[in-house]
């Protein structure tokens, strides 16, 4: 049973930082997109950052030069580096990945991590 479990997530003042972490088990450690997304309140889901399996990353313009995703293939994990934090980067966020099979394609998400940054 594939697992996605982050971490990392809290109360921060602005200008701060904090790492998620997202600990994938049950599966095979090679995914074509791992994503983080996060969802404020009232608001709907938008994809944050993305680490394709080359290892190219996206992120949305809102966070770009202040977050940064990166993976440990020897832990399973892959990171959310989040610095100059700002209150409107609140919410909960989520990790994802994605796998396209010969048959089907596979999606799985984390339960989410809350983050909050305070003015």
């Known amino acids: 049973q594939v697992r996605l479990v982050e971490s990392g997530g809290g109360l921060v003042q602005a200008g701060g930082s904090l790492r998620l972490s997202c600990l994938v088990s049950?599966?095979?450690?090679?995914?074509?997109?791992m994503n983080w997304f996060r969802q404020a309140p009232e608001k709907q889901r938008e994809l944050v950052a993305v680490?394709?399996?080359?290892?190219?990353?996206n992120y949305a313009d809102s966070v770009k030069g202040r977050f940064t995703i990166s993976t440990d293939n020897a832990k399973n994990t892959v990171y959310l580096q989040m610095n100059s934090l700002k209150p409107e980067d609140t919410g909960v966020y989520y990790c994802?990945?994605?796998?396209?099979?010969?048959?089907?394609?596979?999606?799985?998400w984390g339960q989410g991590t809350q983050v909050t940054v305070s003015s």
């Open positions: 994802n990945v994605q796998r396209r099979g010969s048959i089907a394609s596979e999606n799985y």
């Open positions: 049950g599966t095979t450690f090679s995914f074509n997109a």
């Open positions: 680490i394709l399996g080359g290892g190219s990353t």
